[in-house]
């Protein structure tokens, strides 16, 4: 997956993040006054409300990447940790890590938005 990709991602999780618990874009609301730049905290070039800095996103446990080396090696019809080994060797760990992570974010976004 290209940077580009991540940073689309990224930044489309956090506004469907921003909205999660809210209703779906087909009800009606009031318009929330905005918040004032008081409310805001600046990170990079653009200001980023203090309630989307709690939101705690879901990340890959060691649970999630032993069933996935252990899923890797039954493919392979090899040992798990001959496999664990291999990716460990290569530097390939945290590339399936964060491939995980990634996984349970977009789960964790759809399950709190509606996408049409």
Known sequence: MNASYRTTLALAGIALAA?????SAQVPQQQA??????QMVLKGKAPVS???LKVKLPRATEADLDDR??????KRNADPDQVYASLQ???????????????????????????E
Do not use: C, H, Y
């Open 50 to 52: 203090k309630d989307i």
């Open 89 to 115: 060797k290569a530097g390939r760990l945290k590339e399936i890590e964060q491939g995980l992570t990634e996984e349970k974010v977009f789960k964790w976004l759809l399950e709190r938005n509606t996408v």
């Open 33 to 38: 006054p905005q918040p004032s730049t008081m």
């Open 69 to 74: 080396i252990a899923e890797l090696a039954k």
């Open 19 to 23: 909205r999660a618990g809210g209703a």
